[in-house]
């Protein structure tokens, strides 16, 4: 008996489905002492693991829809990190507020504080017995970033001056972004959480021990191996439809 093209875990409830068929074609013959592995049994097997791709589906496509919510949300607040950085250089403020500003912009940015050392500088540096080692890649994680955002937004709001004449530099503007990018964010780890629970609902489904879609599956093959025998054409015909093991 030929499958469908498909694998893995689709495959298995699709797979269950032409099992099924086949097994419906036998007739009143098929009749099996094990509930799970009747007609009604399977039929309604084939039902809840319908249901259990689908709700994992779903779940995909909204965690997808969620990290793509995220990310739009971001696009623009570097480039208004920017302009906003430059509104207050222009204002006379104390050079240790600028430079606390422009480290917090840099680390928004994930760049360095300092320059990283060139070979010769740091062949050099290792001669006159200076070992330390450099951080090659800046933590530029999203989490990290939020919580500069929220330091540099409150160095922001403590100078007086900085009240830019265009409305999306100022900082209620900036924080509303800020905060629209946290709520984003909370509904990314959300979405995520669901997604992992169907996927762990699925694999339950499908695979658990004796009550898995596949070992029940698996033992109405045997039933019809047991019944016709494992040379029959009945056999033969369920034998090809596979079932694939959790990876």
């Known amino acids: 008996m030929k499958t469908t093209n498909q694998s893995g875990n689709e495959q298995n409830v699709t797979n269950l489905?032409?099992?099924?068929?086949?097994?419906?074609?036998f007739g009143p013959t098929y009749n099996p002492p094990k509930p799970s592995i009747t007609i009604p049994g399977l039929n309604e097997l084939l039902e809840k693991g319908k249901l259990e791709i689908n709700a994992l589906n779903a779940a995909e496509v909204a965690s997808k829809?969620?990290?793509a919510a995220c990310t739009a949300a971001q696009d623009d607040f570097e480039s208004l990190i920017t302009r906003s950085i430059n509104a207050l250089r222009i204002l006379d403020v104390p050079a240790q507020t600028l430079a606390q500003a422009e480290a917090l912009v840099r680390e928004l940015r994930g760049k360095r504080a300092s320059a990283l050392l060139s070979d010769e500088e740091q062949a050099a540096a290792k001669a006159e017995g200076n070992t330390s080692k450099q951080v090659v890649k800046h933590n530029s994680t999203l989490d990290s970033k939020l919580e500069n955002m929220a330091k540099y937004l409150l160095l922001l709001e403590s100078i007086l001056g900085y009240m830019p004449n265009e409305p999306e530099l100022r900082t209620r503007a900036l924080r509303n972004k800020l905060n629209d990018i946290k709520t984003k964010d909370m509904q990314v780890a959300f979405t995520d959480s669901a997604f992992n629970a169907a996927r762990l609902s699925r694999d339950a489904f499908l695979y658990a021990n004796n009550t898995g879609l596949c070992p029940i599956a698996s033992d109405a093959k045997t039933y019809v191996k047991s019944l016709y025998g494992a040379t029959s054409p009945q056999y033969k015909q369920v034998s090809g439809i596979r079932f694939f093991k959790r990876k």
Do not use: F, G, M, T
Request: aromatic share 0%.
């Open 65 to 67: 829809n969620a990290v």
């Open 17 to 25: 489905e032409v099992l099924i068929a086949v097994i419906i074609s």
